[in-house]
RNA sequence: GGCGCGGUAGCUCAGUUGGUAAGAGCGUCGGAUUCAUAACCCGGAGGUCGGCGGUUCAAAUCCGCCCCGCGCUACCA
């Protein structure tokens, strides 16, 4: 076994709340094992801060008219605070923007540029000479080449979701100052991950024990081929590129980022007072380096940060990184955009932490995507929280505080059954540890409740409440098991309910103890221990009605603000370019190798043409043969999947992105105007 | 279209180096009980393990094809 491991969860980034599905991914699966760990007494150090580079916060900034700074201190802070909250127990939460981190990362690719490992190229770029600086792609907006729609974004057009390069767009304009932009050379680094692809390839095949769904993931990548990868972009908004003569270029966010988990350990380490000892976690052969995260992020953990370490020589590379699958709400797949997610700041103003940590963590996303909804969270609580573990301990401290004046009684004479039950307890230690170990944290959290499922057998089965009258001495080594087993659960559902945790043992006067610790002898005969609270309230109906309520209502609203803006205002002699004209679709059919196009032949009345359309997803063929609908029919032709489109048909789009074709009954050939 | 992952009881999910594992929790039905938050405990019902073929003495588990869901990727004139 490693001497010490140190755990990451990824960085979240700092443009917006956190919700139940980044904890479910990253965070939550995470802090159970490192409170496992911690428990074990092993040296485990948990790393994460936020991620405030990248042109979403500028974007987001320049939105709400404040700076950049601002953004990501809000939400630094409301992430922070919500983690504090949940019990998500960092050693040290960081930031990107902190000074440590502008060195660390700058020293990072300063240490690549001597070994030159990068690929400097230089290439035409939009710069704004009125603002004096180059244009992020998404701060250049213009006529997107694929489908005309006029407000497209330099590096995707949101109308038709084509990618784009900011030199693809027509007539492109400076979101910044308005200012028609001109090219200018400038210069980037890359990172050559094609010269890493047959390391990556070994390396990644000699790792132990990865989960299914995140080799295939990587081995997805490997297959495709890596490509270079630039790794400086030009933008005032992150951490400058360490170069004489670079001004206004930063690192891109892809590449500081990760370097973050370094920064943030410096920190820590700096706060420790030993300046140095980061050097352990991330120098020392013997630390297992773990990152947790979501299925989003696992090429950067597995596959270019890797490469970044390899190349750099000084750092540990990463033992395993179990990515989980992704959290569904309600059965559908949450969206911000669409409102259709639970934010943790929310919950937290509803519900106990812990609730919703045992609730997610027995459903982690572990090897598929899983489902979260308010009724499985109140059945949850209600019949395993409530019925299952907290009725177990209450009904022992119950039952000891009223015939054993609250002090634990003698264990005489034990039966089979007494001591099978209670070398259940170091056997149930042994299996969950392993389950920790292996990542199987489902199923550790599984086999926790378990173990007061068996208690609650066992009090059921030795029907104490009839020894009480009968045999007293009897009666008591009865409770002296269940209150072994109590604070045997005190101990292991520390890792998913701390804070509840934390409670039982104060109440059981057992003071903070360790994981090798659990055992039938944490209590010792004569021990007193405080009255009991209920741990977990059940949670009623129409509490969870509401939640419902308001999830729905807010999804609700939301449609009518995703219906797009008005484009600026066109001349008539604009439109008038643009020759409309009836046409019949007379034959249809799908392009080969093509999710999304149908090939048409239409008849415009002066001749025939072939049009390609972007609907095969929702249209087939023959729903559309015959139908008489509206072209562009002096549209530049263009080639796509190898076929010349001559024109356009008309469709109209939902905010759904369903497709309505615009038909007419006016005769093939007519002029729309 | 390519690549990856997944499709197991009404619901949420375990389980694949092929063979007494077809499982858990919830829900449901029946029983028992009262220490305990009408909780606990016992028992029953409930599944062609997406579909069709194949390999094998034996397949949820391996192979092929197909259908459906999710992700990445290429084309939405």
């Not at 308001?550 to 603000?561: F, I, M, T, V, W």
Request: aromatic share 10%.
């Amino acid at each position: 076994m490693a001497k010490r491991t140190l755990v990451t969860a990824a960085l979240p980034y700092a443009n917006g709340p956190l919700h139940l599905g980044h904890l479910a991914g990253a965070y939550l699966p995470a802090d159970l094992y490192v409170r496992y760990k911690r428990l074990k007494g092993e040296d485990v150090l948990f790393i994460c801060g936020s991620d405030e580079h990248g042109v979403p916060i500028t974007l987001a900034a320049d939105k709400e008219g404040i700076t950049p700074a601002d953004v990501v201190e809000k939400f630094h802070n409301i992430n922070k605070k919500a983690f504090a909250e949940l019990g998500i127990s960092f050693d040290y939460f960081g930031r990107t923007s902190s000074e440590a981190h502008h060195k660390t990362s700058q020293d990072f690719f300063k240490t690549l540029h001597e070994k030159n490992v990068f690929v400097e190229k230089s290439q035409d770029q939009l710069y704004d000479p009125k603002a004096d600086m180059f244009l992020p792609d998404r701060y250049v907006r213009g006529t997107c080449p694929s489908c005309g729609y006029e407000e497209a974004y330099g590096d995707q057009c949101e109308k038709c979701g084509t990618s784009l390069s900011p030199t693809d767009l027509k007539n492109p304009t400076s979101v910044i100052t308005g200012e028609k932009p001109e090219f200018r050379q400038t210069n980037h680094w890359f990172l050559p991950l094609n010269d890493f692809q047959q390391w990556l390839e070994e390396w990644i095949d000699s790792r132990k024990n990865w989960k299914g769904n995140v080799l295939g993931q990587c081995k997805s990548w490997l297959n495709e081929g890596l490509n270079e990868r630039a790794v400086t972009r030009d933008l005032n908004w992150g951490v400058p590129v360490p170069l004489p003569g670079t001004e206004g270029k930063v690192l891109y966010v892809w590449f500081d980022a990760p370097i973050g988990y370094i920064s943030a350990t410096k920190e820590w380490a700096e706060q420790q007072g030993n300046p140095d000892r980061w050097k352990t976690y991330w120098q020392d052969e013997e630390t297992e380096l773990i990152h947790f995260i979501g299925k989003d992020n696992i090429v950067f953990h597995c596959i270019m940060f890797p490469a970044m370490l390899k190349a750099h020589g000084d750092f540990v590379l990463p033992e395993n990184v179990p990515a989980n699958e992704f959290l569904n709400l309600e059965g559908r797949k949450l969206s911000t955009s669409r409102g259709w997610a639970v934010w943790l700041h929310e919950y937290l103003e509803d519900f106990e932490p812990d609730l919703l940590r045992y609730v997610l963590a027995i459903n982690l996303p572990e090897t598929r995507d899983s489902d979260f909804s308010w009724s499985d969270f109140q059945s949850r609580v209600n019949s395993e929280l409530a019925d299952i573990l907290g009725n177990f301990i209450f009904r022992t401290q119950s039952f000891l505080n009223r015939y054993f004046d609250g002090t634990i009684p003698e264990l005489v004479n034990p039966t089979e059954r007494d001591t099978e039950v209670l070398n259940a307890i170091a056997e149930y230690r042994d299996e969950i540890g392993k389950l920790y170990d292996g990542f199987s944290l489902k199923e550790a959290v599984l086999q926790s409740m378990n173990l007061a499922r068996l208690g609650n057998k066992y009090f059921t089965e030795m029907e104490p409440w009839h020894l009480r009258k009968s045999d007293m001495e009897r009666c008591g080594t009865v409770l002296h098991v269940c209150a072994q087993l109590t604070a045997a659960l005190a101990t292991v559902f520390s890792p998913i309910l701390p804070s509840k945790m934390a409670v039982l043992r104060k109440e059981l006067n057992l003071p903070d103890t360790d994981w090798n610790n659990i055992s039938s002898t944490l209590l010792e005969a004569g021990h007193k221990i405080q009255k009991g609270t209920i741990l977990f309230n059940k949670i009623e109906d129409e509490t969870i009605e509401a939640q419902v309520r308001r999830l729905k209502e807010r999804a609700g609203e939301q449609p009518a603000s995703d219906i797009p803006e008005l484009k600026e205002t066109a001349t008539f002699e604009d439109f008038m370019k643009i020759d409309l004209r009836s046409a019949e679709v007379l034959t249809a059919e799908p392009v080969p190798k093509s999710d999304k196009l149908l090939k048409l032949e239409v008849d415009i009345g002066l001749e025939k043409r072939t049009v390609l359309a972007g609907v095969a997803q929702q249209y087939k063929p023959e729903e559309l043969i015959g139908k008489k609908v509206c072209v562009v029919a002096n549209l530049k032709p263009r080639k796509m999947m190898g076929v010349k489109s001559q024109g356009m048909v008309l469709m109209a789009e939902d905010t759904d992105e369903n497709l309505y074709p615009i038909t007419t009954e006016a005769p093939v050939g007519s002029i729309i105007k």
